[in-house]
C-alpha cells in the first residue's frame, strides 16, 4: 500500500516567492495533519482536517501559511510570501478516525531552503 | 496536555537489548501512549503503542508501569537500523487529535 506522498521532496527559493507543498494522504483516512520541523523547535503541529474540514490551526505561525484540503485525497500547504525563516522540513500525515489508539503515518516530508 | 519527559540520549551496543524511558507523571486515565521514531531525513514511523497492559509487535515491546505515570520502550537486539530518535507522546481518546511531540531519545547504536 502506497503511503503519505509528499512532494516536491526538496524546494529551494528566493525570500518573497509563494511556495506551495503538496500531500496525498493514506486512502481512507479522514484525518490529515501539517507539521514543521526544525532544530530550535522540533516538531510542530501547523493544522489539522477532519473529512477535508480544518479542525484546528492554531499552530499555523502567521497569515502567510495557509492550508487547504479540497478533497480527500490532497491538500495543500501555501507560504506567500516567503522568508527565510520558514526554511524547514515540512510533514505530512495521516489517520483514520484520529482516534486515541490510532497511529499517525506520516510522510517523507518536504525539506524547504528559503534563500 | 500531557508532557513527557525523555532522556536526551543513549547509547546501546549492537545486538543488545535497550530499554528506553519515558516519565509521563501527568497522563489521564484516558491518554494512550504512543511511541514513535524517526531516523535520519524520513518522517516519524510508528513503533507501538498502549493504555493499561504491556505490548508486543514485531518492532519493540511497551511495558507500563501499573500507575501509568511512565513507560518503557523495548528493543530486544539493537541493530544498527535502530539509531534514530524515539519519542514518547501521550494521545487524549478525545477532543483533540494532536500529537505535542517533545525532543525525544537519540539512541545511538555501536557496532
Redesign the interface.
Known amino acids: 500500500d502506497a503511503g ?1 506522498i509528499q512532494s516536491p521532496r526538496h524546494e529551494v527559493t528566493e525570500m518573497g516567492q509563494e511556495v506551495t507543498l503538496r500531500c496525498k494522504p493514506i486512502s481512507g483516512h479522514d ?1 490529515l ?1 501539517w507539521y514543521r520541523q526544525t532544530m530550535m523547535r ?4 501547523l493544522i ?1 482536517f ?1 473529512n477535508n474540514v480544518p ?2 490551526d492554531s499552530g499555523m505561525p502567521e497569515d502567510r501559511f495557509s492550508a487547504k484540503m479540497p478533497n480527500a485525497s490532497f491538500s495543500t500547504l501555501k507560504i506567500q510570501p516567503s522568508e527565510p525563516r520558514d526554511s524547514a522540513v515540512y ?1 505530512c ?1 495521516s ?1 483514520f478516525l ?4 490510532q ?7 518536504t525539506r524547504l531552503s528559503i534563500l | 496536555d500531557a508532557k513527557t519527559t525523555q532522556p536526551n540520549s543513549m547509547e546501546s551496543n549492537e545486538e543488545e537489548p535497550v530499554h528506553l524511558p519515558c516519565n509521563h507523571s501527568t497522563i489521564s486515565g484516558t491518554d494512550y501512549i504512543h511511541w514513535y521514531r524517526q531516523l535520519p531525513s524520513q518522517g516519524p514511523e510508528y513503533v507501538i503503542h498502549g493504555l493499561t497492559s504491556n505490548v508486543n509487535n514485531r518492532m519493540a515491546s511497551l511495558a507500563i508501569a501499573e500507575d501509568r505515570k511512565s513507560s518503557t520502550l523495548i528493543l530486544h537486539r539493537a541493530t544498527l537500523r535502530d539509531a534514530a530518535v524515539y519519542y514518547c507522546i501521550l494521545r487524549a481518546t478525545s477532543g483533540t487529535y494532536k500529537y505535542i511531540f517533545g525532543t525525544g531519545t537519540r539512541l545511538k547504536v555501536l557496532a
Open positions: 503519505v484525518y495533519f522540533g516538531l510542530e503541529l489539522y477532519n479542525i484546528d510533514f500525515a489517520s484520529g482516534l486515541g489508539n497511529p499517525q503515518h506520516f510522510g517523507d516530508g
